[in-house]
């Protein structure tokens, strides 16, 4: 109700009472969509006019305001010139402050369209806030004296009043199309304590209390910490909710926008961590379902190593190029077993074969459920604090959940966009001990991270023979020296992004970064190596992808 006709009815009132025959000494700019104009009265008083589409308001308080920097003045011949009544327009929504100079300020508080204006005697536009260039010159309607507002000028006649009812069955939008002026909450107040009244009698009686408002402490009413409404006077259909009566009604308007822009500050960010938890959380459970498969996959170790321990002890009865052969479990009850063979290779090899498969079957089932163990716990944290998110509606209880767990949301790996912005324009990685891996995104990047990111000492990684990303290991990210599984890490990050990524295992150059050069004319990403070490690797990314 900020920038409901009512209120800017007695809005206008209260800045003639106060400000009438003051000096204009600024008009300024240094917010978006934010007008002010300091007067001297005779002490410096600042009236701010939003025309943001959900903030409309004015508002007057004493002091300046105004930052050293990023603000820009405005309407240059309002400068020096006195105000010499301030009313509201009969017809709608403008408040209009008459100078001296025979200028007219014209204040609009029509939502998206809300706009301040200068316009001469004939309603010629001289100056405006918003949209300049394209109302500069035009001519818009003007009233230029003050007119009492009566009932006459807010309740239509009776007939046509009713006929708005006939047309629509629900009684609020035909109260509000009826008499525009009301707004919602008058118009809720005006049904809530109807009865068996007479709709247009009670309409008229609450119009009349409403403009006949002197002296007003307007209230604040409020949903535990949230505010709901702002309003001149005490509303009945909102007994219920605690509220806040204020001195007059500029320090009233500042109170709501000032809780209302907190609670949506908290619903915004309650909204935007509670959502990336979610999406964290099913990203996880999709992510243990598939190690859950590769762990029963894994277990196909023993039936490898029981292949092979079967063909190297009966290697005199297996000749080369059988596709399979049955051999006795002599290990286990004696059954026969049908043994898959590579018709290419001797039994010895297929023996080899098998002993291998065993190996890295074991070591995949090893690593899939180190891994399954730490997706789980992950798992468990984003249920609970999901949880104990559950609930909270007050921002005062949303800071508290911060305080106690914003550490954990962090460590999963949650960021503000801020943060997100600032990281470095690559891949990311954390691998073992903490140290901070970067990845290139094309030949470009990689240059950048090479030449540009890279220091002299961090470790340069790349899948020799193929194209791909170039890889740093950054020293310094974390404690001490990285270790060989860290740099095993890097190396098959490195792998991972290349072309050579369905491989089994892909040769990674590995040198420190001041060995890396590039030769004069080559194309971007392409560098050349001074010292390397070559190190065979399987193509992984690290658990924890960021």
């Excluded at 001519?139 to 007119?147: N, P």
């Excluded at 109807?194 to 209390?209: M, N, T, V």
């Excluded at 949650?414 to 995104?441: N, R």
């Amino acid at each position: 109700m900020i920038s409901n006709y009512f209120t800017l009815l007695h809005t206008a009132k209260l800045l003639h009472q106060r400000y009438a025959h003051t000096v204009i000494a600024e008009v300024y700019s240094q917010d978006k969509n934010t007008l002010s104009i300091v007067l001297y009265a005779p002490e410096p008083h600042t009236i701010t006019i939003s025309c943001t589409a959900r903030e409309n308001y004015i508002v007057a308080r004493s002091g300046v305001f105004r930052q050293r920097k990023n603000s820009v003045d405005l309407f240059p011949s309002l400068i020096d010139k006195h105000i010499e009544s301030v009313y509201i327009s009969a017809a709608d929504r403008t408040v209009y402050c008459k100078t001296s100079g025979n200028q007219w300020l014209c204040i609009d508080m029509f939502a998206s369209k809300s706009n301040v204006m200068v316009c001469d005697e004939h309603g010629t536009i001289l100056d405006a806030f918003l949209n300049r260039k394209e109302l500069l010159l035009t001519t818009r309607g003007l009233q230029k004296a003050e007119r009492e507002i009566t009932i006459d000028d807010i309740l239509p006649e009776k007939e046509s009043f009713q006929s708005e009812f006939s047309k629509n069955d629900d009684v609020l939008k035909a109260l509000k199309k009826a008499v525009p002026k009301l707004g919602t909450v008058l118009a809720n107040e005006i049904l809530f304590g109807i009865g068996s009244a007479d709709l247009y009698e009670a309409a008229q009686k609450k119009i009349r209390e409403v403009l006949s408002l002197t002296n007003i402490s307007p209230v604040v009413n409020f949903d535990e910490q949230s505010p709901v409404c702002f309003s001149l006077l005490p509303l009945t259909y909102l007994a219920s909710y605690r509220m806040e009566p204020y001195d007059d009604i500029f320090i009233g308007i500042q109170k709501f926008i000032s809780f209302e822009r907190s609670t949506s500050s908290f619903i915004q960010k309650k909204r935007e961590i509670v959502g990336w938890l979610t999406k964290e959380l099913e990203k996880t459970v999709r992510t243990i379902r598939a190690v859950e498969t590769e762990l029963s996959e894994s277990s196909r170790a023993e039936q490898y190593q029981l292949f092979a321990n079967l063909l190297t002890a009966n290697l005199h009865v297996v000749t080369k190029g059988l596709k399979s052969v049955t051999l006795e479990n002599t290990y286990a009850n004696n059954e026969d077993v049908v043994i898959p063979l590579d018709i290419s290779l001797s039994p010895q090899k297929n023996a080899e074969r098998f002993y291998e498969k065993a190996k890295k079957a074991k070591t995949a089932k090893e690593e899939s459920q180190l891994r399954l163990v730490i997706l789980q716990k992950r798992e468990s944290s984003l249920k609970d604090l999901i949880e104990k998110s559950n609930g909270i509606n007050e921002s005062i209880l949303w800071k508290n959940y911060l305080h106690s767990y914003g550490g954990m949301v962090k460590e999963l790996g949650y960021m503000t966009e801020k943060e997100q912005e600032e990281l470095p324009p690559f891949k990311i990685f954390t691998v073992e001990g903490g140290f901070t891996v970067y990845a290139g995104k094309n030949s470009a990047n990689n240059d950048l991270l090479t030449f540009k990111f890279a220091k002299p000492n961090d470790l340069w990684f790349h899948a020799r023979g193929s194209s791909g990303s170039h890889v740093i290991l950054k020293l310094g990210s974390a404690q001490g020296a990285p270790s060989k599984k860290a740099i095993e890490q890097a190396a098959s990050i490195a792998a991972y992004y290349s072309k050579m990524k369905n491989a089994k295992h892909v040769p990674v150059a590995m040198t420190e970064r001041k060995f890396v050069h590039k030769p004069k004319g080559a194309p971007a990403g392409t560098v050349a190596l001074d010292r390397e070490k070559v190190i065979f690797i399987k193509p992984l990314l690290p658990n924890n992808e960021t």
